[in-house]
């Protein structure tokens, strides 16, 4: 019977898993890129803002390691939902 709830919840949640767990992984990845793509954002903003060249290339840095981290969160959250 939990086999069956957890297979209709996937189904439902849109994601495609059949495990609670990749479910519930998936769902805290998504709120991870969404924090870490709203501080890649501001970081932007602080870029355009600041005078200093060595100090937006010390900001672009930042944010490009930000990016990076949300793309290897993006695949991890591919591979789950493949795995279905």
Known sequence: MNAVYEHFAGAISG???HSHAHTQ???ELEAIITK???HAESLQKKIR???QFN???E???EARKIK???AELK???ERLKGEG
């Open 15 to 17: 994601f495609g898993t």
């Open 68 to 70: 990076r981290e949300i």
């Open 36 to 38: 870490k793509a709203r």
């Open 55 to 57: 100090k937006q290339m």
């Open 49 to 51: 803002a600041e005078k």
């Open 25 to 27: 992984r998936i769902i």
């Open 59 to 61: 900001l672009n840095g």
């Open 75 to 77: 695949k991890e959250m």
